[in-house]
């Protein structure tokens, strides 16, 4: 190739569609601070001399910040994805400064209302960054919704996994500083990517190959399978610093892979263009069909007398117009769906299950410590997690599609049967059988991952793409209601009353952080979870029944419309504002 078809080539690759794809995946890879609050929240509680159920609080804020998207998703409905990104990256090299600043002195004391605040902070940087990068790459590849957010939610589910790799390389063995560490790298990632997550005028054509999807899911199963064969090696044996760092090349080989995948795919697309110049589109322009301008076709006008008032302005009309929803898999406005039935089950879905499992995540530290073991298999409990909930992830997304196209099973049959598994992984930490958290860390890192992508496939399917964004950060709104309900409440209050129990008769424990120990700190917590996640996967047969002539349905048929244009003016809205260092230049887009 000469020189310049190089270049073009390079400037394709880095325009394209598929390298946006792959810079949500390192967006993506480094955004799970809060699932690794269990190996730093022991710092916040003994730093600051925190007992459970203040720490519990603090847990509560950062998964109400990580679940209120919403603002996230109004935002995104009027801005382009790189204005919600560098709003992600601010808020969370602000937020995990402060608490790093806090937790080490350098800063006065804070109060217990700011730490709740710093947290939730950091929590909400994360669903601008959901929504910057997945919402972007669903109405990219509207017909391979499962299968992407399966990637992407894997890779968050790796995150934590990730992120202990780097930090052990950057910092060594000190905890303090893994939030120094998840403080500037997920800003960082953004900004350097800004420019390249945006919304193609054409998504990609149904009936396109899936073999790239299926490239990204070996390479991130490599990755997967390395950092669990890491986290069981550091265990067994004491690594230096070189060593640490080795490590850490390897995991960051491996999630630059996919740029390989990246390139070939639009290589293929160059050459094609290169060989058929006169049906190729203008180099980094998604394709776009010329409209040839036609006149009106004659309106009849309506007198003074017909004006319809019902329509604009009756109230009545307007209550009604709600309440009348679309048929499944149309697009809804946000008020007919957030007032549905179908959004209620999914809802309340959310409390019982996502809730439950962050409960379980959220005390993992305190559970471990509880049971007796070092604090060195609390950090494998907490990499377990995140290595699972990325399987679940995954799993959920590729499999969820496989079996709804070929056999027809709705998505909410399995997402009951995801909220079973967790209950049974709840059942394991209430009963506190020797050796058994290795797999309770395993069954809930799962079924938390496997859940959140069912969830927002379904929201797509059922309720439209026009408003997506929005709607996929309502859902997550029930999960601080689950977390304060059963982490702060029920988990936090019964652990601090079983270990005032214990240290009632030892002299000296005034004024020092209360530590319980035993399997009775958290049987009935865990008893209880177990009960209302049950409950939740009843409540979701419920909307298995109501779905199950929709899912039985060819929805596909409703992929293609969107994808020929559905969203063209929703698209042309946020193609207004360009990215920064772009030219307002339509052909530089």
């Known amino acids: 190739m000469k020189v310049a078809e190089i270049s073009s080539l390079a400037v394709q690759v880095v325009r394209g569609r598929w ?27 003994t730093t600051l001399g925190y007992d459970q159920q203040t720490l519990n609080t603090l847990a509560f804020f950062k998964d109400l ?59 909400n940087s994360q669903s601008f960054t959901n929504t910057g990068a997945v919402v972007t790459s669903v ?19 790796l995150s934590g996994a990730i992120v202990t790799q780097l930090y052990l390389a950057f910092y060594g063995d000190d905890s303090k500083t893994l ?74 080989l491996l999630l630059f892979l996919p740029l390989a995948v990246a390139t070939k795919e639009e290589f293929k697309i160059f050459r094609k263009r290169k060989q058929s ?6 180099l980094s322009v998604a394709i776009e069909t010329p409209t040839v301008p036609q006149p009106p ?31 499944r898999g149309m697009d809804y406005s946000i008020l007919q769906a957030i007032v549905s039935i179908d959004m209620l089950i999914l809802f309340f879905s959310t409390i019982s299950g996502v809730g439950g499992t962050l409960t379980a995540i959220d005390n993992m530290g305190q559970i471990g410590e509880s049971l007796g073991y070092p604090s060195r298999n609390i950090n494998t409990f907490v990499s377990l997690i995140s290595i699972w909930n990325y399987a679940g992830r995954v799993a959920a997304g590729f499999a969820s599609d496989i079996l709804l196209t070929k056999y027809k099973v709705p998505r909410p049959l399995m997402l009951a049967a995801v909220l079973l598994l967790a209950g049974a992984g709840h059942l394991l930490i209430a009963f506190g059988i020797p050796g058994s958290l290795y797999l309770a860390s395993v069954i809930i890192g799962f079924s938390l991952g496997a859940q959140l992508p069912l969830l927002f496939a379904i929201i797509s399917e059922v309720f439209g793409l026009k408003y997506y964004s929005t709607l ?46 035993g399997v009775q700190c958290f049987k009935l917590s865990f008893l209880i979870v177990a009960a209302v996640t049950v409950l939740g996967a009843l409540v979701m047969l419920v909307l298995v029944w109501r779905t ?38 339509g052909n530089m887009k």
Request: proline residues 8%; positive net charge.
């Open 19 to 45: 390298f946006t794809v792959f810079a949500s995946f390192l967006i993506m890879a480094a955004s799970g601070g809060i699932y690794i609050f269990g190996i730093y929240s022991n710092d916040i509680k």
């Open 65 to 123: 910040g990580a679940s209120a998207g919403i603002i996230s998703g109004l935002i995104y409905e009027v801005t382009p994805p790189w204005v919600v990104l560098a709003l992600s990256a601010g808020m969370n090299l602000f937020s995990y400064l402060m608490i790093y600043l806090a937790i080490t002195g350098r800063i006065a004391r804070p109060h217990v209302w700011q730490m709740c605040l710093y947290l939730c902070l950091g929590g």
């Open 139 to 157: 109405k990219n590849f509207p017909e391979s919704r499962g299968i992407i957010i399966g990637l992407l939610k894997g890779y968050v589910g």
């Open 179 to 252: 939030v120094l560490l998840i403080a500037w790298l997920p800003a960082a990632i953004p900004l350097v990517f800004i420019s390249t997550i945006r919304i193609f005028k054409s998504p990609r054509r149904p009936g396109d190959s899936t073999k790239p999807f299926y490239c990204f899911l070996y390479v991130s199963l490599a990755l997967a399978t390395f950092l669990m064969v890491m986290i069981v090696v550091q265990k067994r044996f004491t690594f230096s610093h070189s060593e640490y760092s080795v490590s850490a090349a390897i995991v960051l």
């Open 277 to 282: 110049p006169q049906d190729a589109p203008p």
């Open 297 to 327: 076709p004659p309106e009849l006008k309506p007198t003074p007398t017909t004006a319809a008032p019902t329509e604009k302005g009756s109230p009545l009309s307007y209550v009604t117009h709600i309440f009348k929803a679309p048929d």
């Open 472 to 517: 996929f950060n309502f859902v997550p709104l029930a999960t601080p209601i689950g977390t304060y309900v059963l982490n702060v409440k029920v988990a936090g209050k019964l652990y601090d009353r079983e270990a005032a129990k214990q240290n009632a008769n030892l002299s000296g424990s005034a004024g020092k952080a209360l530590t319980c120990t």
């Open 548 to 585: 199950w002539d929709f899912y039985k349905d060819d929805m596909f048929e409703k992929y293609t419309e969107w994808a020929q244009g559905n969203s063209q003016e929703e698209e042309k809205k946020k193609e207004m504002t360009p990215a920064p260092g772009e030219k307002a230049n």
